[in-house]
Each structure stands twice: as structure tokens, then as C-alpha cells.
């Protein structure tokens, strides 16, 4: 419904298990490398657990899909069987023959005959149990007898079990003392934090075309708070919130448009549930307690904004210069404070103007298409950046700041150089050396720089992306001096990747690609350091 309006090419928020959109957390990548672990020849027994939605059955499936060589996998999505259906759908899976009407020992022997066909073969099987929560008592004995099919040397058979909270509890409990005991590594899948939540909204926008910020930084904030960081939670109150802002009319999602879609998607899940107001004493027990802490953050000074948790893995978007100013405005309106805008003409002498020269790029005051227009007829693009002195400093490129003055007026600041530990910043009608303490007191870190684009004008390319981007990709890593073997894309970006010391994920996003740039571009790029 909302996919032409918002210029996308798919849904972004679909609650299916998509490996394609999938974004890995610290966490998640440590939960992977947990499941990862079944295929060394030391593990045996793996348990993967969080809440419902947090994203465990999405990696499973990341993991299946890298289809690992020289390992065979069985995914039993229904646990709720007795011992002999679970031993008759493993064979399935694995694609074993057994006798008609088998009983337990047939189904086991038949197992056992091919997982040491398989080991001679030097190969190995590992079966994955989903919603393991729900085995029975007998199940989870039964699987426990098929990790003594083994050699002299090793176990035949690795198992991993995926499920809710409630399995760590069940294998706590004495009965299961003997199958708690053979567990060689377990991984709890914990919410996502507030940068992961935003990082990964970004992320699931940018997959799905995405080539500006949909949501303010303070919508991002107000979706983590109400979906408590899992991921199906954000998928459903995000994909609502779109679908609001479609129906308004809005180019992008505020944090009034995130509450009402909260309360929607709550109102579906407990339909027919009649809320109970809150008794009147409970009322004026909240606001006497919530007016004096407001008062507090009403006077309170500015802090430094939050690193991202993963800064080599934060996406980012492009944005049109107006829309940039446009969300700022909008995320400092929704936290009920006062803005008011100063006059902004963009001219050659003016921030953004000045922005463009650096790159020898003209800006033309008569014209009166915005000024990332003008930037896009001269082969560069826009790209808006939700991060912090981190990131800018990561991507090394001057960039265009907004900051607000003592009288709440928004003002246009181009940092052009890195002096040591000190930012050399353009404020239009002088200069300043500024101490990263005094940058990150006035400025939310939010910035606007420019970068040459893939054709498309995405953020991320890889194996999926659309040809011409591809064939630029292709072109650009080889200038760098990196081949395209095989027409193996994703691993020609990891060998990029390695070299430069960037989180090596195979796909070139925005990190990877101005790195990248500064490689192989034929123009001299402008740096900060």
C-alpha cells in the first residue's frame, strides 16, 4: 500500500524470516557464532534461546541458506511429536529410507547406518529442533540417546535446540540433569538496545530500497521503547507507522505517528480485551511524580549522544537537502520544544555551497531545484548520516552540521578539517576550532555529507542488487585492485573488507563503498584528516 509512496521495492517489515533482511546485532553475530560452533568437530549439543520474536529462527535460517560445505542439515519446525514421530521426521528430513510401519529401533538403526555412510564420506549431520520449548519430557530423552551415536574419535549426530526462555528452565530441572550436562555451548538472545533498534530499522529500509530516513531519530527512540527491542515487535509497530504516514500523507514518520501505531498493533493483539482505566488516586500519583522529573529534563544540560553499539554495522541513507532540515525540525518538534528556523539561501558562500566547492562542484543561486539536486547533475549524491563524532570521524569526509543557537535558531555549520583532536569548523560568517566536548554539547549528530553513489543511488550493494550496481561494484573493486572471481561478488567485498579492516558481512554498504571510493575514484576525494 505504502510501497510507491515511500519509493520502496518491497515490504520492510514483513514478520517472515527473510535471511536477506536480516541485521546482526554484537549479540546477533555472537548468537550466530554460537550456531556456527555445531559445525566444529568439538561441539555436539547446542542451545540457542530468547523471547518470542527475537530473532533466533531468522538466523537459523541465515545459517541454512550459507549452506555450509561438508555438513547436512534437518530443520524440524512442529516439536510437538512423540519420541518415534520425531526420529520418522529426522529421517525425512535427512532423506533417509526405513521400513514401513518402523518402530524405534528401526528408525535409530537406519540413523546410525547413514551417519556412518556420512562420516566416511568426511561429512557430518546436525539436526535443529525449533521451538524446542515444546518437546515432552520423553522427546528430549530420546534426543538425548542419539548423541551416543558416535565413533571412537567423534559424535556422529550435532543437535542444536531453539526455543523461548522456558527451555533453559526445563533443562534445569533435575529430571533432565544427563541431557543439561551434554550441552556444549548455550546463547541467550537479549531485546536489542535503542542504537541497535534504530540501526536495524534503517537497515530493513535500506534492503527494501529505501534511499532516505523514513523515521526521525526520535520516532526511532520512541519504537524501541514501546516494542522493548525485539525485533518482530519493531517489525509490526514500524510497518503500522508507515502505513500511517502513508494515509496522512507525511514524508516521514514522527513520534506521534509511532505511539498510534503502537496502540493499534496492541489493540489487534488483545482484541476484545476492555482496557481498565486507571483509578483516580493512581493518576495523581503519577503526575506529582512525573512533573518534578519533568522540570528536571526541561533544564537539564546537553549530553553527548549515545555511540552507536556498532558503528562499523549502522546503515545509512541518502537524504534530499530540505528533507534533512525537515527532519531535524520535526524531531525537535515532537519533544515539545520551540524551533525556530533561520533564513536558509543556499548560495556558493553558504555551508552547503561551500560543500559542493570542496568537491569541485558548483552551486548555482539562481537555480531553485534544492541544492543535492544540482550536487546529482555533477555525479555526487547526498547522504545523511544518523550517527555521532564516531562515525563522522569513521567516514573521514567533510560534512554539513545543524546545530541550534543560544535563541533556539537553527544554524548551518560545515566541518571542514580534523586538526589532531580538534574540528576545524566553517560557521558562514567565521571560523572555529572546536574540542570534540564542545562539538557533541550543541550538535544532536546528525550530519550531511557528499559521496559518489552507486547508479541506483542506494546505500548497499550486493549479490541481489540491481545489475548496473553490480557492474559498478565489479568496476570500482577492481580499480582498488580487487577481482571478481568467479563471478563471486560477495566474496571479492569480503576481501575488500579484510584489507581494510571493516566489519566483513560480504555486502558493501555505505562503510565499505566510501572506502572504497577513496580507493578507486578518479577525482580527488575531500577528506577531514
Not at 533482511?21 to 549479540?27: C, I, K, R, T, V
Amino acid at each position: 500500500m505504502y510501497l510507491s509512496y515511500f519509493g520502496l521495492t518491497e515490504k520492510p517489515f514483513n514478520i517472515t524470516p527473510d535471511p536477506r533482511f536480516l541485521y546482526l546485532s554484537e549479540q546477533h553475530r555472537e548468537a550466530l557464532a554460537h550456531l556456527l560452533f555445531s559445525t566444529d568437530e568439538s561441539s555436539s549439543f547446542i542451545v540457542l534461546t530468547g523471547e518470542v520474536g527475537a530473532g533466533k529462527t531468522t538466523l537459523c535460517r541465515s545459517m541454512l541458506e550459507d549452506g555450509i560445505e561438508g555438513n547436512r542439515f534437518a530443520l524440524i519446525l512442529n516439536p510437538m511429536q512423540s519420541p518415534l514421530e520425531l526420529l520418522a521426521s529426522a529421517c525425512d528430513e535427512f532423506g533417509i529410507a526405513y521400513p514401513t510401519d518402523p518402530g524405534i529401533k528401526d528408525l535409530v538403526d537406519a540413523l546410525n547406518r547413514w551417519l556412518l555412510a556420512l562420516n566416511a564420506d568426511n561429512e557430518q549431520a546436525i539436526l535443529i529442533i525449533d521451538e524446542a520449548q515444546n518437546l515432552g519430557f520423553e522427546t528430549l530423552e530420546q534426543i538425548r540417546l542419539l548423541t551416543n551415536l558416535e565413533t571412537g574419535s567423534k559424535k556422529l549426530l550435532k543437535i542444536i535446540l531453539i526455543g523461548q526462555p522456558e527451555l533453559r528452565q526445563m533443562l534445569d530441572r533435575p529430571e533432565l540433569r544427563q541431557l543439561s550436562q551434554r550441552v556444549t555451548a548455550r546463547y541467550h538472545l537479549a531485546p536489542m538496545t535503542a542504537p541497535e533498534t534504530a540501526a536495524y530499522v534503517r537497515h530493513r529500509l535500506e534492503v527494501a530500497g529505501a534511499r532516505r530516513p523514513l523515521f526521525t531519530a526520535a520516532a526511532l527512540k520512541r519504537v524501541h521503547r514501546l516494542s522493548g527491542g525485539i525485533p518482530r515487535r519493531i517489525n509490526l509497530i514500524a510497518d503500522r507507522a508507515l502505513t500511517g504516514a502513508y494515509a496522512r500523507q507525511r514524508d516521514i514518520v514522527d513520534p506521534r505517528l509511532v505511539a498510534t501505531a503502537a496502540r493499534e498493533v496492541s489493540r489487534g493483539a488483545n482484541a476484545g480485551t476492555p482496557a481498565r482505566p486507571l483509578p483516580w488516586f493512581a493518576i495523581i500519583a503519577v503526575v506529582a511524580l512525573a512533573l518534578p522529573l519533568l522540570a528536571w529534563l526541561r533544564h537539564a544540560p546537553p549530553s553527548t549522544p549515545e555511540p552507536q553499539a556498532d558503528p562499523a554495522a549502522a546503515p545509512l541513507a541518502a537524504i534530499d537537502d530540505r528533507e534533512y532540515v525537515a527532519a531535524l525540525e520535526a524531531a525537535i518538534e515532537a519533544e515539545g520544544e520551540d524551533v525556530t528556523t533561520a533564513p536558509r539561501e543556499p548560495t556558493p558562500s553558504t555551508p552547503i555551497g561551500k560543500l559542493l566547492a570542496l568537491w569541485g562542484a558548483t552551486l548555482d543561486p539562481g537555480d531553485p531545484t534544492p541544492a543535492c539536486d544540482q550536487a546529482a547533475r555533477q555525479g555526487l549524491a547526498c547522504l545523511y548520516v544518523e550517527g555521532g563524532i564516531d562515525d563522522l570521524v569513521a567516514l573521514d569526509r567533510p560534512a554539513l552540521i545543524e546545530v541550534r543557537d543560544d535563541a533556539g535558531k537553527m544554524e548551518q555549520w560545515l566541518i571542514r578539517s580534523l586538526l589532531e583532536a580538534d574540528f576545524l569548523v566553517d560557521r558562514g560568517s567565521n571560523d572555529a576550532t572546536l574540542s570534540r566536548d564542545r562539538l557533541a554539547a550543541v550538535w544532536p549528530g546528525r550530519f550531511l555529507l557528499l559521496w559518489q553513489a552507486p547508479p541506483s543511488g542506494g546505500t548497499i550493494v550486493h549479490g541481489n542488487s540491481p545489475t548496473a550496481d553490480r557492474r559498478w561494484l565489479r568496476a570500482r573493486l577492481a580499480r582498488a585492485g580487487v577481482t571478481v572471481e568467479n563471478d563471486d561478488l560477495e566474496a571479492a567485498i569480503r576481501r575488500f573488507q579484510r584489507r581494510n579492516g571493516l566489519a566483513v558481512d560480504g555486502k558493501a554498504g555505505i562503510r565499505t563503498l566510501l572506502a572504497l571510493e577513496r580507493q578507486s575514484s578518479d577525482t580527488a576525494i575531500p577528506t577531514l584528516q
